[in-house]
């Protein structure tokens, strides 16, 4: 069975978290990737910023819907989620943006585990980290590359 060392892109561009967000924009449409895992200055995976993080910046803000109870209020959603949904649409940095403590795997995932998590998590890449520091990721098209090359 193929593992994620076998199919995976070691040296995967990465951003740093004190990356500026035009800068992390302008790398993700050169290359033309969906997204890069953010990493430290020692190598450590801290968070992974994707085009859907910075299209998120775009959009309305979703104000918290509120319920009347006894002349008080009850907020239906959570404080939370709205003071994040503000701070990723205010970002100017990568670790503003960025989905911190990403799902990962490792290199000796098996490529089956890692296409159940692709699924299920509606994830595109996933970063492969090894004693907590990244060294590669794969993607849906290394999974689709190894259904043309071993059937």
């Known amino acids: 069975m193929l593992k994620a060392i076998d199919i995976m892109t070691p040296d995967p561009v990465t951003l740093s978290p004190d990356t500026d967000i035009r800068t992390a924009v302008a790398l993700l449409i050169e290359k033309k990737i969906n997204g890069a895992p953010v990493v430290d200055a ?21 104000m918290p819907s509120l319920f009347s109870m006894l002349d008080g209020f009850i907020a239906l959603s959570s404080r939370e989620d ?8 205010a970002a100017s940095k990568v670790e503003q943006a960025m989905t911190p403590h990403p799902k990962s795997v490792s290199p ?26 990244l060294v590669g990721v794969v993607g849906k098209e290394d999974i689709l590359r190894t259904l043309l090359e071993h059937k």
């Open 42 to 62: 020692s190598g450590k995976l801290v968070g992974v910023l994707c085009q859907s993080d910075l299209v998120a910046q775009q959009k309305q803000v979703t």
């Open 82 to 89: 709205f003071e994040r949904e503000i701070k990723k649409i």
């Open 108 to 133: 000796q995932t098996p490529i089956d585990e890692i296409a159940t998590v692709m699924v299920n998590e509606k994830l595109y890449t996933l970063p492969v980290v090894d004693g907590g520091r």
